[in-house]
């Protein structure tokens, strides 16, 4: 019923060790498989340790550090970037170095003639939560390479506006929250008993969703 919403194809990009896990699962679980085959329309479905490619869902394998290498293995699964183009990215942008997540914004926005982005990670990294989010994931040995791009919702979408997008926007979580519905939120929040409500509310101001467009075809 939702045939003409859904996107044309999806595509999920990984590390190589992390799509051969998924792919594994994929492979050894119906509820995942079934479907994948069910939407598949073509001669072949092509799988293999790294990569798998269906008519209407690609995961591939791949470090988003090299665009270069990146857009090859998507063109080989029948990327259209002449299509109306959504790219989603949790949590990635801030493990990288500033110059590799812009070389990949900018990648991105020149390629795809009409796009639109969204990113959610951290911000507003430069407060006193913020320092002792990083610590605890230091302690972890995680770093997070790109952190100083979070200090703030403008420099959120700064980021993206140096990078070659149109026009661009970022809100926090806290923001996002309080745009849902309240009855919902209620219903919830009287199942879900919020002990730490000014923890909840802390952690969601130093997440965000930012989000940016290009428009060729003035759609």
Known sequence: QDENLLPRKYFEVDFPMIVARKIHNIKSKPPLSKPIMESHSGDSLLIDCHSLDSSRYSIVGADLRFSSDLEEKLKKHSLDIHLPTLLVAECVLVYMTPQQSANLLKWAASTFPVAMVI?????????????????????????????????????????????????????????????????????????????????????????????????????
């Open 119 to 219: 990113n959610y990670e951290q911000v507003n990294m430069g407060d006193r939560f913020g320092q002792i989010m990083i610590e605890n994931l230091q302690r972890r040995q995680c770093s997070l390479a790109g952190v100083q791009l979070c200090s703030s919702l403008h420099s959120q979408r700064e980021r993206l506006l140096a990078s070659g997008w149109e026009n661009a926007r970022a809100v926090d979580m806290m923001k996002v929250y309080s745009f849902l519905p309240q009855a919902d939120v209620k219903r919830i929040e009287s199942l879900e008993f919020l002990d730490e409500k000014e923890l909840f509310e802390q952690l969601m101001q130093h997440y965000c969703i930012c989000w940016a467009s290009k428009d060729s075809s003035n759609l």
